[in-house]
């Protein structure tokens, strides 16, 4: 129940312990991805299809769900900080209540623009049959992910990181052990097919959520969801969303890029378009280490924010900074020694391999200035400032990159594109810098150490 040890655990120890059990569990969810995909392929290749189709409006689904999530957990770090538990336990319970209403507010929009939605992209009716049936199973349990997401984002705000892990590994590995038995049938079991990938993924939602509930109420937590707290406060509702549609349209904007990119590729060559595709998938082992980072410090700094630990929140950030760095060094040093056999476990076609070795080699050298931006955006999440934290992702997936990816493949070819991941880079990082220097220096935080 005492939280104080966000305050005075050794800063660099902190991190290690609240941001391994997130990395651990995110590596899990990313495994869980892949194949989850490769038994759907399994099905044909129309059911694939179908799942790719289906999947920008689940990733839209999520970034709803999971941003404010975010902003959650934000504002209870914030006020657990500042020893205010009746403010915190308002936050967990509106929190709570309002992602509910997102996650019913996503099952209606979600089932019933599906058809449509689907038919833009396809005309095959069995495509379209197999989208359908996976979504609107998915879709319909999306108030199960909600409470799941909230109650994830509680745990972590209390910095109960070890539990928040237990419970994503659970439901991953559910779903990797039930997709197969449900998908072609086993035993008793009888084969669904592309709805059992879909009941596979809500058992998987399921168990995540039982697991927390067991925990919740066996394992006393400094903040609980009361009943009382469930009258709209609009001054609490504001701080949720001033973070979570922020973090939100963080998340969703990934997705705007690379449909972009697609479209300027596919100008040259479709080999193009399957580079990026392969240069995302290995990219998000490298860039999950650090979203773990970002994940374990965001209570962090949220409680040391609110209990006026300036110092702490310095260098909260600079260790986590310094961390990154060498995270991404390494992933550098990979991609610029062995991008051939990086590629070639995604290919064996001689020129995917040799186009996407080149795009590797170069886009590789923005990733150490990239932690800049990816740190910066975090801490800011972590401090309640969810529209600087925007204004940066904005910079990285949009108003540079677009016209960086657009110029430069007009000046200098197709490899202009791959340059523009390092320029943009280069530019978000000083941008990202000045942007929290600034906001932080507005708020009084860095204060020297010689006055703590």
């Excluded at 959650?72 to 657990?80: D, P, T």
């Excluded at 008793?188 to 919740?216: D, H, K, R």
């Excluded at 040391?304 to 702490?312: C, S, T």
């Excluded at 932690?371 to 910079?395: D, Q, R």
């Amino acid at each position: 129940m005492d939280q104080t040890f966000m305050k005075k655990k050794p800063i660099f120890q902190l991190i290690v312990s609240m941001s391994l059990p997130m990395i651990l569990s995110m590596m899990v969810s990313s495994l869980y991805n892949i194949i989850d995909s490769f038994f759907v392929a399994k099905i044909s290749e129309k059911a694939m299809t179908a799942l790719s189709l289906v999947y920008p409006v689940q990733n839209l689904i999520n970034a709803v769900i999971i941003g404010f999530g975010v902003g959650m957990n934000a504002v209870i770090s914030f006020y657990l900080g500042g020893q205010n538990s009746e403010k915190a336990e308002s936050a967990a319970s509106h929190g709570t209540f309002l992602n509910l209403c997102h996650g019913l507010v996503l099952t209606i929009l979600g089932i019933a623009a599906m058809p449509s939605f689907l038919a833009a992209f396809t005309s095959d009716q069995e495509t379209l049959a197999f989208g359908l049936n996976y979504a609107n199973l998915v879709f319909s349990f999306s108030i199960l992910s909600a409470l799941g997401l909230s109650f994830e984002k509680l745990f972590q705000a209390v910095g109960k990181m070890k539990i928040s892990m237990l419970s994503m590994i659970s439901g991953c590995v559910a779903n990797i052990v039930l997709d197969p038995i449900l998908i072609f049938g086993f035993g008793f079991v009888p084969e669904m097919g592309i709805q059992g990938a879909a009941i596979a993924t809500v058992l998987g939602q399921v168990l995540t959520l039982a697991v927390y509930l067991v925990f919740y109420f066996v394992d006393p937590l400094p903040v609980k969801i009361r009943a009382k707290h469930f009258h709209f406060d609009p001054a609490m509702a504001r701080k949720l969303y001033s973070i979570g549609i922020p973090s939100t349209l963080n998340l969703a904007l990934p997705s705007v890029l690379i449909s972009t990119l697609n479209a300027i590729l596919s100008a040259y060559s479709q080999v193009y378009v399957l580079v990026l595709g392969i240069y995302y998938k290995l990219q998000t082992f490298l860039y999950l280490s650090a979203n773990g980072l970002i994940q374990g410090i965001r209570p962090l700094i949220g409680y040391n924010y609110g209990a006026k630990e300036y110092h702490r929140v310095k260098k909260i950030y600079t260790t986590t900074l310094l961390m990154t760095i060498v995270i991404m060094c390494l992933g550098t040093g990979l991609c610029t020694l062995f991008p051939e056999r990086l590629i070639s476990l995604f290919t064996d076609n001689t020129e995917t391999i040799e186009i996407g070795s080149t795009a590797l080699r170069i886009i590789s050298t923005g990733f150490a200035v990239s932690s800049v931006s990816i740190v910066s955006c975090g801490a800011l999440e972590g401090l309640g400032m969810g529209m600087p934290s925007l204004i940066i992702s904005l910079c990285r997936y949009l108003i540079i990159m677009l016209p960086a990816a657009f110029l430069l493949s007009h000046f200098i070819g197709v490899t202009g594109v791959w340059h523009a991941f390092w320029v943009t880079e280069l530019f978000a990082a000083v941008i990202s810098w000045s942007v929290y220097r600034n906001m932080t220096a507005h708020d009084k935080m860095m204060v020297s150490t010689a006055e703590h």
